[in-house]
């Protein structure tokens, strides 16, 4: 009897018609945890969670007349905590005896979390399907080149994108199901045939050059195969020549390009918004008196510059309104502690990302291939010797020195953009004795004069 109870029970109790427990018997080692032994002398109904409670009281009240037979859900509480759920049925046993069997629903609750879980994935991987479809979709239909779906092995559209029906003059959508040879002209379609047959074999993208039909100028036809639901299907896309030379004609430009700058005669820096050095060439290298690029990469631009923060205020006020700077005079401090006047012209490039770009020219070199201007150093002040003689010496020298303060204070404005702040830091100036000569000079509005 009590193997029989063993394989069609994992938990036998016998109660009184009260529902006190009078003897346990568990057929399975895993059920140890629950604690049943402790349950003999205490009333069913205590063993079980709050929820359960119901279940017991009813089942007891049926003394498991089989008019109430059935199997009924119940949980228990463990003594560690958790919750572990029994499926139970109440036969009577005797007279004044009831016989309690409980299966294990433990197997049973796995199964149905690993079927939730499973359920739970396969709605995220059907979500992310829709949300992949719904993106190829977006580009297959928006983009400017024609594109056909074509079917490997009959060789028929199977969908064709808004520019393929705008080249092929298909606005009905009549292209899908015909057969891919027929957009295209009879002395074009063999050489289609051969791509889509090289495409298959290979697994690469192949290109050819055919005739569309309706259209004079020959296109470069491009066919890609993958697999899909078991059968191989292509990709193939239409593109003018001239879109497929530009490109490239990009590229060589570019290349081009960063090969002009490589080997400028001036040096060349490219810098980030906030002066740090990305490339420089050859020739600045040289100027600064180095030997390879990372001496200076990844350094500030102020650092190299004779008047520091001074001249790269100057220079980035201008770069930040994209406004050039042409021949800013200034002095460089080269590696070895040495300065060297140059002259500097910047611009700011927009693409791909906000950067400087700086020419720097070696005035040195400059002013020792010019022949006139070492003349003009020998008497630079020629005309004044027109006044010796007709007016005093102390006259002269004053008028002069006026002169050439004029001077220097209208360039120092000049290159500042009229920031008188920084004019007068690059004239070694004070900013009150800025104002007092733009005063003498009559270089200041009154009210400003008023207000320094």
Known sequence: MSQLLGVVSDVTLVMDLQGVIEDVSTGRDTLAA???QAWIGRRWIDTVTTESRIKIQEMLQSKGTPDFLRWRHVNHLSPLGNEVALQYVLL???GSKLLALGRDLESLAELQRRLVETQQSMERDYLRLRHIEARYRVLFDTSSEAVLMVDASTQRVLEANVGAQSLLKDAGKRLVGRDVRECFEADSQGEVQSLLRMALATGRIEMCSARVAGLPSAWTVSATVF???GGAQFLVRLVTRDAVAAPLHEA????ALSEAMERFPDGWLLTDTSGTIKSV???GMALLGLTASSQVVGQNLERWLQRGAVDWGVLNTSLRQQLPVRNFATEVRTLSGMTLPVEVSAVCLSRPEPMYAFFVRDMDRRLQGGAFVAQSQIHPFADLSQLVGRRPIKDIVGETVDTIERL???AALELTHNNRASAAEMLGLSRQSLYVKLRRFGM??????DNP
């Open 408 to 410: 220097c204070i209208e």
């Open 444 to 449: 200041v509005a009154e009210a400003e004069a």
């Open 34 to 36: 629950l604690g049943c």
């Open 227 to 229: 697999r899909q639901e």
């Open 92 to 94: 009577p046993l005797g």
């Open 252 to 255: 060589g430009s570019s290349a």
């Open 281 to 283: 060439n050859e020739e």
